[in-house]
């Protein structure tokens, strides 16, 4: 029967933040260290927890259902438990302790942004490439930021610089920001010149690449291209000539110096001329025939007494397929009358001299 009773007697919680007792007095939690630092937080359960407001300067650990111990967050004690763990105030900015408990995070000379409370700074920099320190005034080789050698330096827009490294010279590396960078010799065969080979230089199609001197490289046109020298480390604008170039079927290549060669179509073959390309040739079946014969299997034939109608013998003795060369629309008063009509389809002598070609 006992058990019975106490199985059968209410739950009690461990409180609220805001009534400690669960009794709606409005008692609060006492979560250590006289309320001062610390932060209650009431959980779906019932129960409650105690954490340490680093907002306010405070570290440790959060407990549930009892008081926090916490201890003063400070420049070298980021975690308020004396194991000297630096705070990170962020780049560009320094940290000094606060009077009691936390820090202050303030952009440092050169860098501008607001100054923060237990918290990071955002400082943005003010030096640019011709003013290193930062105060607004440029001049003078102390005032001006170094890289490095065959290093380059780039304002940016918001602020600051980036130093790079220079690839005209024959150098690469990755680009840093207000700070000097490391750059390594480019070779053909490391091409990011971290010394790894295999990462090879791209001097474009058709071109070779040479190492030249202590850093960088130069591309050459190889055998059967053609082109300009480039400068050092800079790729190689290449052509074929007429040695390794093909036209396509029934046209001729012709070099053209340092820009290549062009292909033109063979005589008895019409297309257009192309540049460092195949040309498109087909036969000119009305090339060398007078302006009165038509073409028939690549031979003139005289067209000037031909007739063509749907059907029936041919009163000049010509071939019945023969067309104009440029078919127009033709009318009984443009050939003198001699359009009839026969079975629906146009017939007509010719008598006005057209030219002919094979359908």
Known sequence: MKLLYLLMLPLVSAGTCNDANGDETNVKIHCGGEGIGRICTDLSDGDYTCACDAAEGFAGETQTNGPATCGYIRCGDAYGNETNVEIDCGSGASCTDSDGAGYICTCESGYAGDTMLNAQATCVSQT????????????????????????????????????????????????????????????CDDADGDLATGDNVDCGI????????????????????T???????????CFETCAVAQ?????????TG????????????TGDETVNSPATCVPDVHSGCAEDEYVSNHTCKNCSMLTRKKAG????????????????????SALGGSVLGVGGVLWWHYTQGFKYSLV
């Open 227 to 237: 082109g300009s020298d480039p400068d050092y480390n800079m790729p190689a604008t």
């Open 247 to 255: 036209c396509g079927g029934n046209a001729t290549c012709s070099d």
């Open 128 to 187: 640019k490439c011709a003013d290193a320190n930062g105060d607004g005034t440029e001049g003078g080789d102390d005032d001006t930021v170094d890289c490095g050698q065959e290093r380059i330096c780039l304002d940016l827009s918001g602020g600051g610089y980036t130093c790079a490294c220079d690839v005209t010279l024959g150098y690469s590396g990755e680009n840093t920001t207000n700070k000097d960078t490391t750059c390594g010799y480019i070779r």
């Open 313 to 332: 013998g041919l009163t000049s003795g010509e071939d019945t397929s023969c067309v104009t060369k440029d078919w127009v629309v033709v009318t009984a």
């Open 258 to 269: 340092n820009t290549g060669h062009t292909c033109a179509c063979d005589s008895g073959f």
């Open 206 to 225: 058709g071109a070779t690449c040479t190492d030249s001197g202590a850093a960088g490289y130069s591309c050459s046109c190889e055998g059967g291209f």
